[in-house]
């Protein structure tokens, strides 16, 4: 069974940044190369927000509302991929998931994952 597991979390002042990564392990069948990867993020009373997805050939996509902010990026070779996030904003806030399906991006739509990690929470103070 493929497992995700994020890291790089924390509690930042606005205007700081992270860098999100997430490990992915247990390719029985599949091949990480095959995924299409991304990030979400979901804070209490909110909606699940779909962010940034990287495709199998690494091309990338974005939500409008972090589009200059947040970089997706891969590493194939370490079966993780990553999210930085740059000019944190207190309303940015929230825990952060990593997910991924097997496949093209462009089988699926922006928000939608069949799988996820547990979520690593940024906490961003003003």
């Given at each position: 069974?493929?497992?995700?597991?994020?890291?790089?979390?924390?509690?930042?002042?606005?205007?700081?940044?992270?860098?999100?990564?997430?490990?992915?392990?247990?390719?029985?069948?599949?091949?990480?190369?095959?995924?299409?990867?991304?990030?979400?993020?979901?804070?209490?009373?909110?909606?699940?927000?779909?962010?940034?997805?990287?495709?199998?050939?690494?091309?990338?996509?974005?939500?409008?509302?972090?589009?200059?902010?947040?970089?997706?990026?891969?590493?194939?070779?370490?079966?993780?991929?990553?999210?930085?996030?740059?000019?944190?904003?207190?309303?940015?806030?929230?825990?952060?998931?990593?997910?991924?399906?097997?496949?093209?991006?462009?089988y699926y739509g922006f928000g939608?994952?069949?799988?996820?990690?547990?979520?690593?929470?940024?906490?961003?103070?003003?």
């Open positions: 069974q493929v497992k995700f597991m994020e890291s790089g979390g924390g509690a930042v002042q606005s205007g700081g940044s992270l860098r999100l990564s997430c490990v992915a392990s247990g390719f029985t069948y599949t091949n990480y190369d095959d995924y299409c990867l991304g990030w979400y993020r979901q804070s209490p009373g909110k909606e699940r927000e779909a962010l940034a997805r990287i495709e199998t050939d690494g091309t990338t996509e974005y939500a409008g509302i972090v589009k200059d902010r947040f970089t997706i990026s891969r590493d194939n070779v370490k079966n993780t991929h990553y999210l930085e996030l740059n000019d944190l904003k207190p309303e940015d806030t929230a825990m952060y998931f990593c997910a991924a399906n097997h496949g093209a991006c462009a939608y994952w069949g799988e996820w990690g547990q979520g690593t929470q940024v906490t961003v103070s003003a």
